[in-house]
């Protein structure tokens, strides 16, 4: 089935230091990923589409500059939460859009999610 | 604009008993309606999906849900809970095709006792 990989899955630093979170699609391609944020104990929250060859559409109130996403191959999506602070400290998790082939075998588009990346700023 | 409401942050069964986790959906055009399961520290799987074909969708591990229009609901069940389902549950909709943007619900933390 389809596999989505994030790296790192753990990621403590320091204040005012950036931090990069990979996202890779292993067994397909996906012109088409998205970066969720999740708080403890909360739902997830899109925080933007990010589509291979160009600029992700960033929802409402994510700051573009504050979390830079780029999508320069089919397999890879990046995720650099720039000048961290200890607000930004979260589970962000990324999925891939692509033909489900998996148990549910439907044909449709589906999303796959990622194990998740938690950070932590101190 | 399309949100989903989960009634019910926590949700505690016995081992065997019936799963019922509730969602009502509210969205100006015909949605795509999902579930899906989230274990500690892990992605998300997808359970089931609403495509506009068959109201009553069946999906992995026993669960089903039902699409009802008239109700603007989309709850899951499963007949008989294991421990095995015990994790947090998130209701989920989209618009324009079934893996467009994706609005999460709240999600509901399911206890199973043994």
């Known amino acids: 089935g389809a596999v989505v990989s994030q790296h790192p899955s753990w990621v403590i630093c320091k204040s005012g230091t950036s931090v990069k979170i990979e996202c890779r699609s292993l067994d397909f391609q996906a012109t088409t990923m998205f970066w969720y944020r999740q708080f403890p104990k909360q739902s997830l929250m899109l925080m933007a589409t990010?589509?291979?060859?160009?600029?992700?559409?960033?929802e409402q109130g994510v700051e573009k500059d504050k979390f830079l996403i780029n999508h320069a191959s089919l397999t890879l999506s990046t995720l650099t939460v720039t000048s961290a602070h200890p607000e930004d400290s979260s589970f962000y998790i990324c999925?891939?859009?692509?033909?489900?082939?998996?148990?549910?075998?439907?044909?449709?588009?589906?999303?796959?999610f990622g194990a998740g990346s938690r950070l932590t700023v101190l | 604009a399309q949100s989903v409401t989960q009634l019910g942050s926590h949700v505690s069964v016995s081992e065997g008993a019936l799963v019922l986790l509730r969602c009502n959906y509210s969205?100006?055009?015909?949605?795509?309606l999902f579930w899906y399961v989230q274990y500690p520290n892990q992605g998300l799987q997808l359970l089931l999906k609403?495509?506009?074909?068959?109201?009553l969708v069946k999906g992995i591990n026993g669960f089903e849900a039902e699409f009802k229009k008239s109700e603007t609901s989309f709850h899951l069940t499963k007949p008989s809970a294991h421990m095995s389902d015990a994790a947090e549950y998130f209701c989920?909709?989209?618009?324009?095709?079934?893996?467009?943007?994706?609005?999460f619900g709240s999600g509901t933390r399911l206890s199973i006792r043994p």
């Open positions: 989920a909709i989209s618009r324009y095709s079934s893996a467009s943007k994706i609005i």
């Open positions: 609403y495509t506009s074909a068959a109201t």
């Open positions: 969205s100006s055009v015909p949605p795509y």
């Open positions: 999925s891939a859009r692509h033909r489900d082939r998996g148990r549910l075998n439907s044909g449709a588009n589906v999303l796959t």
């Open positions: 990010s589509n291979e060859g160009s600029k992700a559409t960033y």
